[in-house]
């Protein structure tokens, strides 16, 4: 399977505590991408991490991506109550458009 | 800037009708995907155009769906006849594509069921 699976398949932690979320993944990647989806909402991208860089940042969120593992994590920093929402990994693999999703997590933040 | 733009919202038919989906992508972008998303299956490529040409329809899961891109700033997705099954919420998403993958903009969907 292309589809990168997502770890674990839920989270719930209490508000201002750090969440990790975990994708890994079969194929070969040439990007690694990260979306969030609110309840009864599309799905937004959050960061996109290429299959030569280790580590990205972007404000509260910090993704890691190891090709030699086949894994990638998302952590979020002091979570918030509107952090609540699923999360997806997708999977660049080619020179094409297409990008295979995972199945998501879903992230319960606390207040 | 507006996002991608989905219509309906929502639609509940019978089955055995017609069910046209509609989506309008962001201005400047030339690649277009359809997906559904259901709790079992969770979200599935059903078609990509690219430049308004269909690349890839794969995921079409059988005859009764079909997708038109007439031009870049409208597509559709019928589905006849419809059936139960079918009962999911439809997204559509866009990108600026230079070939590599690039981030995907999603509408707020289409929300079907199928009685």
């Known amino acids: 399977s292309q589809q990168g699976e997502e770890d674990p398949q839920a989270l719930s932690i209490q508000e201002g505590e750090n969440a990790t979320m975990n994708c890994s993944y079969k194929?070969?990647?040439?990007?690694l991408q990260w979306y969030r989806q609110n309840s009864g909402r599309g799905l937004v991208h959050l960061i996109l991490?290429?299959?030569?860089?280790r580590e990205k940042h972007s404000g509260r969120l910090r993704v890691t991506l190891d090709t030699s593992k086949k894994s990638s994590s998302l952590l979020i920093t002091a979570s918030r109550a509107a952090d609540t929402a699923s999360y997806f990994c997708a999977l660049g693999t080619g020179a094409n458009s297409k990008l295979t999703f995972g199945k998501g997590i879903t992230l319960s933040v606390r207040p | 800037d507006a996002g991608v733009i989905q219509s309906p919202r929502h639609e509940v038919t019978e089955m055995g009708q017609e069910v046209t989906l509609r989506c309008k992508p962001i201005s400047g972008h030339n690649s277009l995907f359809w997906y559904r998303q259901t709790m079992m299956r969770g979200l599935e490529l059903l078609i990509y155009?690219?430049?308004?040409?269909?690349?890839?329809d794969s995921g079409m899961p059988e005859d009764r769906f079909s997708a038109k891109m007439p031009n870049a700033s409208f597509s559709t997705l019928k589905i006849q006849p419809s059936e139960p099954r079918d009962s999911a919420v439809y997204f559509c998403?866009?990108?600026?594509?230079?070939?590599?993958?690039?981030?995907?903009?999603f509408g707020d969907g289409t929300r079907l069921s199928i009685l």
């Open positions: 194929t070969s990647i040439n990007n």
């Open positions: 155009f690219n430049n308004n040409v269909p690349i890839d």
């Open positions: 991490i290429r299959s030569n860089e």
């Open positions: 998403a866009s990108s600026y594509t230079g070939g590599n993958n690039q981030p995907q903009h």
